[in-house]
């Protein structure tokens, strides 16, 4: 398969070789001089992950599984479904996981990527150490403490092949989920915190509608199971038969019926099919600060936005010092758009979403399609310099550069 897992964005690599192991990993990187880039689970939507010359497909690098000093290490390729089931039976869990448990953990966590939570980190805030394969074929390890991890930490595969991470984990805990409709916006941005901190995790499903927010999807974390939610949020009322992805049948399961972690925090069942499939997706990060302000300029827009969108979901993350984190220095609200397969319109709106945001510097995810390019993304992170440099210092022939990473100044132009 050359394209995505949405089938949306076509890969231009004249070259896939799949990684079963390390020892593969080393062998491709020696093989020979030319450009190579890692490829995950395909969930990104750009050329991000590609390369002009061979892609390592890690999607076979999985398991490796160990245990100790509060870490486990897992091969990069592993899927989050996959790592967190494994930890369930072992009574251990980690912080958060993504709507997507299909997503691999090296793919993930070097973008970025993220759950929710007012106090939950991306997922990348719980890795304590990375293995990787440099540009001479080498396996290096840097831990959280080091003076490059900040950097390395969502590195975007700009400075080798990462093969193994280690993740924090913790006792494992149940959940429940439970649906809340009817909410205004008028009382949702006059007291955000209330709608985003409802539970441990919450996503809220809008299509910029001027009647409600739509559907707020609240993930707590529950003590027994016979624990009592509230019936109300603000305005709203707790809906047991409300479907906030419009009856996707593999969502899992909601009504607020007690399961474990790894059972709840995603939104969809790896078992199933992510998502609504044929989509493209994009996803902007605001400081917490400028949130109702921002999310009043999306529904503003909200005509022009709703003919390409299946849905969009607002999250939030805890501030975190990595240096390339949608999350780096602040607290944020994620704006994401699940567009229908319309490149050319998805193409058009784009502009008009970054305007309006511009004013509350936000920041892209880095695999999600948008339009910012060096000078845009140098205004937004701040420590894009420091990691470039850091990056280059490691690969200085650019082995693990590409277009994309040179088009957002990530690597310097070759």
């Given at each position: 398969m050359t394209r995505n897992w949405a089938?949306?964005?076509?890969?231009?690599?004249?070259?896939?070789?799949?990684?079963?192991?390390?020892?593969?990993?080393?062998?491709?990187?020696?093989?020979?001089?030319?450009?190579?880039?890692?490829?995950?689970?395909?969930?990104?939507?750009?050329?991000?992950?590609?390369?002009?010359?061979?892609?390592?497909?890690?999607?076979?690098?999985?398991?490796?599984?160990?245990?100790?000093?509060?870490?486990?290490?897992?091969?990069?390729?592993?899927?989050?479904?996959?790592?967190?089931?494994?930890?369930?039976?072992?009574g251990l869990a980690l912080h958060n996981l993504g709507s997507l448990p299909h997503i691999s953990v090296a793919g993930a966590t070097a973008t970025g990527t993220h759950g929710s939570g007012d106090r939950n980190g991306v997922l990348?805030?719980?890795?304590?150490?990375?293995?990787?394969?440099?540009?001479?074929?080498?396996?290096?390890?840097?831990?959280?403490?080091?003076?490059?991890?900040?950097?390395?930490?969502?590195?975007?595969?700009?400075?080798?092949?990462?093969?193994?991470?280690?993740?924090?984990?913790?006792?494992?805990?149940?959940?429940?989920?439970?649906?809340?409709?009817?909410?205004?916006?008028?009382?949702?941005?006059?007291?955000?915190?209330?709608?985003?901190?409802?539970?441990y995790s919450v996503s809220v499903f809008t299509r910029w509608e001027e009647s409600s927010v739509g559907w707020v999807?609240?993930?707590?974390?529950?003590?027994?199971?016979?624990?009592?939610?509230?019936?109300?949020?603000?305005?709203?009322?707790?809906d047991a038969d409300a479907e906030p992805l419009g009856g996707l049948a593999d969502v899992t399961e909601l009504r607020g019926v007690p399961g474990p972690w790894m059972l709840r925090l995603p939104h969809f069942r790896l078992d199933g099919t992510p998502s609504f499939g044929d989509e493209i997706q994009s996803e902007y990060f605001v400081a917490r600060e400028h949130a109702p302000a921002a999310l009043r300029a999306m529904l503003e827009l909200g005509d022009l936005i709703r003919p390409l969108l299946f849905v969009s979901e607002l999250r939030t993350?805890?501030?975190?010092?990595?240096?390339?984190?949608?999350?780096?220095?602040?607290?944020?609200?994620?704006?994401?758009?699940?567009?229908?397969?319309?490149?050319?319109?998805?193409?058009?709106?784009?502009?008009?979403?970054?305007?309006a945001l511009a004013r509350f510097d936000a920041r892209p995810h880095w695999g999600k399609r948008h339009g910012f390019d060096r000078a845009a993304i140098e205004r937004v992170h701040p420590r894009l310099g420091d990691a470039r440099a850091v990056f280059e210092r490691l690969d200085p022939a650019g082995r693990f550069s590409n277009a994309h990473l040179e088009r957002l100044g990530v690597r310097e132009p070759r």
């Open positions: 089938g949306t964005h076509h890969y231009a690599a004249p070259r896939i070789v799949p990684a079963w192991s390390e020892a593969d990993v080393v062998r491709a990187v020696r093989a020979d001089r030319e450009p190579v880039h890692a490829l995950g689970t395909r969930h990104s939507f750009t050329d991000l992950p590609d390369t002009s010359g061979t892609l390592l497909d890690l999607a076979g690098l999985e398991g490796g599984f160990s245990l100790g000093d509060g870490v486990v290490r897992v091969a990069a390729g592993t899927r989050y479904g996959v790592l967190a089931a494994w930890l369930e039976e072992r990348t805030t719980a890795v304590r150490g990375i293995r990787y394969v440099d540009a001479d074929g080498e396996v290096r390890e840097v831990r959280d403490g080091d003076a490059d991890f900040d950097a390395l930490a969502v590195g975007l595969g700009a400075f080798g092949v990462v093969v193994s991470l280690d993740i924090a984990t913790r006792p494992s805990y149940r959940m429940r989920q439970d649906v809340y409709g009817g909410v205004s916006w008028d009382a949702a941005l006059g007291a955000l915190d209330a709608v985003t901190g409802a539970g999807w609240v993930k707590s974390r529950i003590e027994s199971d016979d624990a009592e939610v509230p019936g109300t949020l603000l305005d709203g009322v707790r993350a805890s501030e975190d010092s990595l240096w390339l984190s949608p999350a780096s220095g602040e607290n944020v609200l994620a704006i994401h758009f699940t567009w229908h397969n319309d490149p050319a319109g998805v193409a058009t709106v784009l502009p008009r979403i970054e305007a």
